[in-house]
Structure formats: C-alpha cells, structure tokens
C-alpha cells in the first residue's frame, strides 16, 4: 500500500502567517492527491484535488502543489478559521485509498 | 443541498455486529460511488471501504476484509456497512462519505459521523 508522510505533525503559527505542509508518497502517484481540513468534532471538507486544483467554494489562500511523491499544501496570510487538522490522500491506487498522519495547525 | 446522515453506531461487545446505514439526500444517488471512512478517538483517517454506483464492484482496506461487507440501496437512496467479528481496534467514528471526482476517488461530501465503540 502507498504510504503518505505528512510533515510536521503539528505546527503553531499566527494569523497572517504563511503556512506550507509538506505530504510525501512512498511511490510515485502522479498528481492523485488531495487535501482536506478538519476541525475538531466535525468532518473533514476537500480543499485541494489532483494536487493543486481548488474545490470549490474554496478560499485562494489556499493552494496546493506537486507531482510524483512530493506535495505541498500552502495557506498564504492564515487565518482566524484555519486553525485545523489537514490531511492529505492519495487516489493513485483507486482499490486502496490511504490517508497521511495528518497535521495539526495551532495558535500561536 | 447534499446530505449525509449516518445511523447504527453504539456500543457493542467484541465479536458482535452491527448495521451502520447512510441516508442519502440532494443529488443523484444512484450515480455515485460511496465510501465509508473511519477515525478511531484521536486518531487520524482511515478509507474503509467503497461501492460503486450501482453495487457491482467493492473494496475494502485489508484490516476489515471478510469481516465487513459493503452495501446500497438505490431505491431508497441508502448505504450500508454490515460490520462483524467486530474488534476493540474498529471503534472509530464512522463517516460516510460520497465519491467525488472523475472515478470516485475523492471524498466530497461527508455525513457527521456516528460512533461505533467496541468494548465488552
């Protein structure tokens, strides 16, 4: 199965901020990655598809990037709202969906 | 709008069962493939399973492979998880979700969950 390894686990930053998660695949997985934000008690909401194509709905300060193993997920001036977990998940292998560890963005 | 609405979750006894359904609501059920994802206390995401739109074809993560079976309604716009030989490692709160993009392969729409806890 295709393992995803999000980076950091977690990280404290400051409205206005800019944030960028970084998400590594264990093979190669073309552009099939997504992003997702969830917060707590509540269930996730897709962000980002085929790595950097914005759901929509979805504010521009978000945005995504990558090809092959290695994704990046980036939040330009953070806001207030945007305190969550974010995960990414790769849909190369259509029979076998997985999910990175997730990453936690704090107050700081 | 879409809606998702889970129901079945409880409290069980490991090696028991137990019926989780998802009612369906503001889009074509029957042209979609679904998912059921779960998140155990804490925990991150886990993809448990998928159906595709008309029933033929299911998948499941190897961990609940014989044990779970996947299922839809497309007359009453309902899916199901058929959960047996239920496990201590299977309480999660479990979403059921709707599947997005060209093949099905993204998690669009989400129901709020409800929470399956296996202890005796």
């Known amino acids: 199965a295709i393992q995803l390894t999000q980076s950091p686990s977690s990280l404290s930053a400051s409205v206005g901020d800019r944030v960028t998660i970084t998400c590594r695949a264990s093979?190669?997985?073309?552009?099939?990655l997504a992003w997702y934000q969830q917060k707590p008690g509540k269930p996730p909401k897709l962000l980002i598809y085929?790595?950097?194509s914005l759901e929509s709905g979805v504010p521009p300060r978000f945005s995504g990037s990558g090809s092959g193993t290695d994704f990046t997920l980036t939040i330009t001036s953070l806001q207030p709202e945007d305190f969550a977990t974010y995960y990414c998940?790769?849909?190369?292998?259509?029979?076998?969906?997985?999910f990175g560890g997730g990453t936690k963005v704090e107050i700081k | 709008q879409v809606q998702l609405v889970e129901s079945g979750g409880g409290v069980v006894q490991p090696g028991r069962s137990l019926r989780l359904s998802c009612a369906a609501s503001?889009?074509?059920?029957?042209?979609?493939?679904m998912h059921w994802v779960r998140q155990a206390p804490g925990k991150g995401l886990e993809w448990v399973a998928v159906?595709?739109?008309?029933?033929?074809?299911?998948y499941y993560v190897d961990s609940v492979k014989g044990r779970f079976t996947i299922s839809r309604d497309n007359s009453r716009k309902t899916l199901y998880v058929q959960m047996n030989s239920l496990r201590a490692e299977d309480t999660a709160v479990y979403y059921c979700?709707?599947?997005?993009?060209?093949?099905?392969?993204?998690?669009?729409?989400w129901g709020q969950g409800t929470l399956v806890t296996v202890s005796s």
């Open positions: 979700t709707r599947g997005g993009g060209d093949f099905g392969q993204l998690f669009d729409y």
């Open positions: 998940q790769q849909f190369h292998t259509y029979f076998l969906l997985t």
């Open positions: 093979q190669d997985i073309n552009s099939g």
């Open positions: 159906i595709s739109y008309d029933g033929s074809n299911k």
């Open positions: 503001g889009f074509t059920f029957s042209t979609y493939a």
């Open positions: 085929d790595a950097s």
